[in-house]
């Protein structure tokens, strides 16, 4: 059963240019939530999709923006990127559940490096 | 607001030893989840224990322990006969808003076990 997959592992881009995150959910999961972590610093919630609509959303610019497939996987995309969106994203899949709490899995992450 | 703070930005055990990490949190939900999180060199984040509020008995994964102390809101991570394999960081965290995948993250605590 594979878990979290995200693509690509690593990338550098420039200042002003648009780059586009992917991430399979793990099996059975419907929920994918993404993530940006800087350097030292923990995760910070970016949004949530879920049955293809964003249901939750942080304190990001709209800058960011994501879509989700009918198969549940996601892409997070974000345009005229600055320095300081060099992070680690990571992208968490889970169960959407109607009470009570599911257990998010984590991918490994894609680092961005802006120059 | 909701935060999460851990006050220890690194730690230091040595091996078969047993190391206490702290974080307090901050929130005005009643019923809510705290989780600490491991997120290795390799970067994948994995869940490592979790608690909920209105449990009083404090939650024990084998070697991995809470001290859970809802009215001064605080939520430890004791690991006991500490393992190389424990070298990581570790982030405690708590759903916003008790909704689902919108997790608050501290900023971590480096653990490092030396043989």
């Known amino acids: 059963d594979a878990g979290v997959t995200q693509s690509p592992t690593h990338l550098i881009k420039t200042r002003g240019q648009q780059v586009t995150l992917r991430c399979s959910p793990k099996s059975g999961h419907d929920t994918v939530s993404w993530y940006q972590q800087a350097l030292g610093q923990g995760p910070q919630f970016i949004f949530q999709y879920y049955e293809e609509e964003e249901r939750q959303r942080g304190n990001f610019p709209d800058r960011f923006s994501g879509h989700q497939f009918p198969n549940y996987s996601s892409e997070l995309n974000v345009n005229a990127l600055l320095l300081g969106d060099s992070a680690l994203y990571l992208c968490?899949?889970?169960?959407?559940?109607?009470?009570?709490?599911?257990?998010?899995?984590f991918g490994p992450g894609t680092r961005l490096t802006v120059l | 607001a909701q935060t999460v703070t851990q006050s220890q930005p690194e730690m230091s055990v040595q091996e078969a030893e047993t190391v206490t990490l702290s974080c307090t949190y901050d929130?005005?939900?009643?019923?809510?989840?705290l989780f600490w999180y491991k997120q290795p060199p390799s970067r994948q984040m994995i869940l490592v224990i979790r608690?909920?509020?209105?449990?009083?008995q404090n939650a024990t994964e084998n070697r991995f322990s809470v001290n859970f102390q809802k009215a001064a809101k605080s939520f430890s991570l004791k690991i006991s006969d500490s393992q190389l394999g424990d070298t990581a960081m570790y982030f405690c965290a708590f759903p916003r808003g008790g909704s689902q995948g919108n997790l608050i993250f501290g900023k971590g605590t480096k653990l490092s076990v030396k043989p």
């Open positions: 929130t005005s939900e009643s019923n809510y989840y």
């Open positions: 608690q909920e509020a209105y449990k009083q």
């Open positions: 968490a899949s889970s169960l959407p559940g109607l009470a009570g709490y599911n257990e998010q899995f």
